[in-house]
């Protein structure tokens, strides 16, 4: 693992029609939509680090704590930066911005597991297994 704190990871997106408020249950609302800014921050945070991990690693989220500050319309395209700012084993915490074209509209501070891919696969498929059965 190569991972060190103060790393930096970017990632760009257009905000399109599919990703308006309107389209995510909340009418007459045509601006891009909270949960999808929350999904752009951990997305930037988790494509970041995994060409930094050792084979069979991934991550998981375990908390986000976000501000969503300014609206953005349809078409504007929003940069994510996430930073790296404290490592204590497989746990993983970072401050994550993101900007459109004019200011920043969101920020929030995210946490991430390390984890063994298929010891956690495997454990997700006995908790289904298990559902299946009761």
Known sequence: MTLHEGMMFERTWTVTE????????????????TP???????????AGVQSHLSDGQGTVGSAIMM???APTPIGL?????????????????FRI????????????????????????????ARKAERARNS
């Open 67 to 69: 501000r969503h500050l």
């Open 97 to 124: 911005e993101a900007f459109d074209k004019v200011e920043k509209i969101a920020e929030c501070e995210h946490r991430r597991v390390i984890v063994e891919l298929a010891r956690f696969h495997n454990k997700a």
């Open 36 to 46: 999808v800014v929350i999904e752009w921050m951990e997305e930037a945070a988790t």
């Open 18 to 33: 599919a990703e308006a408020a309107d389209r995510h249950g909340n009418p007459f609302v045509h601006v891009l939509t």
């Open 77 to 93: 395209v929003v940069k994510v930066v996430a930073r790296l700012t404290q490592i204590d084993g497989r746990r993983l915490t």
